[in-house]
């Protein structure tokens, strides 16, 4: 099973900061077990998310060129609060330092701009090539989808947007209206 534990990507400062949300549901299958009285996101999942919307900053930086970006390291976590069902788990990611194959991060989640988790990530990155030549196939396949699903979590507001009523989920660009025919 995999968790995709990003909905969507709320603001993006290429090389600086991310922001994203975890909209919290009860139809979540770990919820079942953890804890059946008392549903909360499991602490590793938390970090996880973390991990995620590192993971996302440092791809969509360096233009999706690293097929892999790997957890290494995660110091001084520290749980502040319990994530429920109907929730939303605010998380935002700031690099720290890049050296190398790492990028070290200040992480957080904030449940209604209370801190719920925090703590610094160590990511690496790395192509598959880089060991493998004859994986090179396997990096451009990943590359590209990932770039395909960083365009599904990230779609900027347009001024016109943001001025609006429902700027917070209208995305960049919208369908063109139903044309409205004689009948």
């Known amino acids: 099973m995999r968790f995709a534990l990003v909905d969507r990507v709320l603001e993006f400062e290429p090389g600086v900061k ?41 791809r969509a930086t360096e233009d999706f ?3 892999i970006v790997t957890l290494k390291e995660a110091r001084n976590i520290r749980f502040a609060g319990f994530v429920q069902p109907g929730r939303v788990l605010t998380m935002t990611a700031e690099i720290v330092q890049t050296s190398g194959k ?32 004859d994986m090179a196939d396997t990096d451009a396949y990943l590359q590209r989808h990932l770039r ?6 990230y779609q900027p ?12 989920l209208a995305p960049l660009s919208t369908a063109p209206e139903p044309s409205q025919g004689k009948v």
């Not at 953890?34 to 996880?48: A, K, Q, S, T």
């Not at 395909?148 to 979590?153: N, T, W």
């Not at 347009?158 to 001025?163: E, G, L, N, R």
Request: aromatic share 6%.
């Open 65 to 67: 060129s690293h097929s």
């Open 102 to 133: 790492e990028v070290q991060l200040k992480t957080q989640g904030t449940l209604d701009g209370r801190v719920a988790v925090s703590g610094r990530l160590v990511l690496e990155r790395y192509n598959l090539v880089d060991t493998r030549p």
């Open 18 to 58: 991310i922001t994203t949300l975890k909209c919290l549901s009860l139809g979540e299958e770990y919820l079942a077990d953890h804890f059946p009285r008392f549903p909360v996101m499991p602490g590793v999942l938390m970090l996880e998310a973390m991990t995620q919307t590192s993971a996302w900053l440092i």
């Open 157 to 168: 507001l347009t001024d016109v947007t943001a001025t609006s009523g429902s700027a917070m």
């Open 148 to 153: 395909e699903h960083f365009a599904l979590l």
